[in-house]
């Protein structure tokens, strides 16, 4: 059984004050127009009269019929509930002896007959589009949580794959070194697996962790590699999507790494107010297609989930210098 979330709760208690208004509304603009409490009284009367019945087959529907029948298939119980319920809610239409009523009024109340079951109809027609409109609202948002899963789940063991080949490579040559790598991956895997199973989480913690993975990541490089990194950060409590940034920082020791040439890594992040923008250079020294180490995951992947996550939401700049220097810079507005 679905577990009641706080929204629920919220839609129900909204629908329940707009219909309240539509029964009351009559009452109110006779106590406006009038100031009669028996004009008031009466206009009430009517509304509860006429209005009262199309209201109840609403939400019965909304809640109970269309959930429960018209969405599992069960159509002809479905017309069989509603049917039944229409004539118990307007038993009072019904069941009158249009026979005791004068011949100048039978006409009339047939009509008034016919226009309060068609009002009924159209309650739960507007039931039964609202659902629908709800129902396909959530599967659209339940497959893209799904895929954002998918992506996140894919950096994971990305990360790890590249940085157990850096602690590999340091084992052969420092032992105390090669034990704190191991302490500060510790930390990374903690992060990556407790503490980013939300759909966002504070700035500060994206922050230490992508620091130490640059940490990490400084093991592979060579006197050659000038690496610089930067975060200004004025608000660490704001929230971001994470791991959002740990592709690019990737790329860039995979591709800024030359063990022949000099080369450079600059890592910035710069938060002011809601907006943020992270920039990664690096030199350009692409691998060759044969070299198939931390491919994976890339650009793609950190393009599909801003996208999902910031629709019209963020900038992004991309190109190689004359240079050669390979620059990325997203805009962010959080």
């Known amino acids: ?50 209005l009262a019945p199309a209201v109840i087959v609403y939400l019965i529907n909304f809640y109970l019929c269309v959930p429960f029948l018209w969405f599992r298939h069960r159509f002809w119980l479905f017309g069989l509930v509603n049917a039944m319920l229409i004539m ?42 609202i659902r629908y409109v709800m129902r396909q609202s959530e599967k659209k948002q339940k497959k893209v949580e799904a895929e954002l899963a998918w992506l996140k789940n894919q950096i994971n063991p990305h990360f790890l794959f590249n940085t157990l080949n850096n602690i590999s490579s340091l084992a052969q040559i ?21 503490e980013t199973n939300k759909p966002k989480v504070p700035l500060e913690g994206e922050v230490e962790f992508m620091r130490n993975y640059i940490e990490l990541m400084k093991l592979r490089c060579n006197e050659m590699t000038e690496i610089r990194s930067e975060f200004i950060v004025h608000n660490s409590k704001i929230e ?72 019209n939401h963020y900038q992004w700049e991309q190109t190689i210098t004359p240079e050669n220097i390979y620059q990325i810079k997203i805009t962010l507005e959080l």
């Not at 420092?174 to 407790?194: F, H, K, N, V």
């Open 1 to 50: 059984m679905r577990k009641i979330q706080i929204k629920d709760v919220w839609l129900f208690v909204a629908q329940v004050l707009l219909l309240s208004l539509v029964l009351l509304s009559p009452g109110l603009i006779s106590y406006v127009t009038s100031n009669d409490a028996t004009v008031v009284w009466d206009s009430l009367k009517i509304s509860a009269y006429w």
């Open 88 to 129: 118990a809610c307007n038993s009072h239409f019904i069941y009158n002896n249009i026979n005791s009523l004068p011949d100048a009024y039978r006409a009339g109340y047939s009509s008034l007959l016919i226009i309060s079951l068609l009002v009924n109809l159209m309650a739960i027609g507007i039931a039964l589009s």
């Open 174 to 194: 420092d032992g105390d070194e090669t034990q704190e790598a191991i302490m500060q991956l510790s930390d990374l895997l903690r992060y990556a697996m407790y």
């Open 240 to 311: 971001i999507a994470p791991l959002l940034f740990i592709s690019l920082i990737e790329n860039a020791f995979k591709h800024g790494m030359n063990s022949n040439a000099p080369a450079t890594i600059d890592i910035s992040m710069v938060q002011t107010g809601s907006t943020l923008v992270f920039t990664c250079d690096n030199t350009n020294n692409p691998k060759p297609s044969k070299d198939r180490s931390g491919s994976g995951i890339g650009l793609e992947n950190t393009r599909r989930r801003l996208n999902l996550i910031y629709p």
